[in-house]
Nanobody, 124 residues
Framework: QVQLVESGGGLVQAGGSLRLSCAAS????????LGWFRQAPGKEREFAAAISWSGDSTKTADSVKGRFTISRDNAKNTVYLQMNSLKPEDTAVYYC?????????????????WGQGTQVTVSL
């Protein structure tokens, strides 16, 4: 099994920044692409960003493009989400996900493991 633990969430004012981290442990061999998804209250979970195993390919949702950056450190089995210029509509629980596929993808069914999520709240 693979365990994913997110951290770095919290309360921030609009225009501020946060950096989320997600550490993978357990049977991480074979985990390739990593992604971040989010779920706002009353809404379905949606894609935010994804990164391939090598890190040379990323995919970002239009709603966060230019503001959020995904990166990874394979030596630490960790993926990051740098979030800048945060808006109240970014308020959500953010989930880290790991896939056995190599390509960065926005498809939720491509991800085999999920973290428990970390709350991000952006105030006016």
């Amino acid at each position: 099994q693979v365990q994913l633990v997110e951290s770095g969430g919290g309360l921030v004012q609009a225009g501020g920044s946060l950096r989320l981290s997600c550490a993978a442990s357990g049977r991480t061999l074979g985990i390739l692409a990593l992604g971040w998804f989010r779920q706002a209250p009353g809404k379905e979970r949606e894609f935010a960003a994804a990164i391939s195993w090598s890190g040379d390919s990323t995919k970002t949702a239009d709603s966060v493009k230019g503001r959020f950056t995904i990166s990874r450190d394979n030596a630490k089995n960790t993926v990051y989400l740098q979030m800048n210029s945060l808006k109240p509509e970014d308020t959500a629980v953010y989930y880290c996900a790991a896939s056995r596929m190599s390509l960065a993808t926005s498809r939720q069914d491509a991800y085999n493991y999920w973290g428990q999520g970390t709350q991000v709240t952006v105030s006016l």
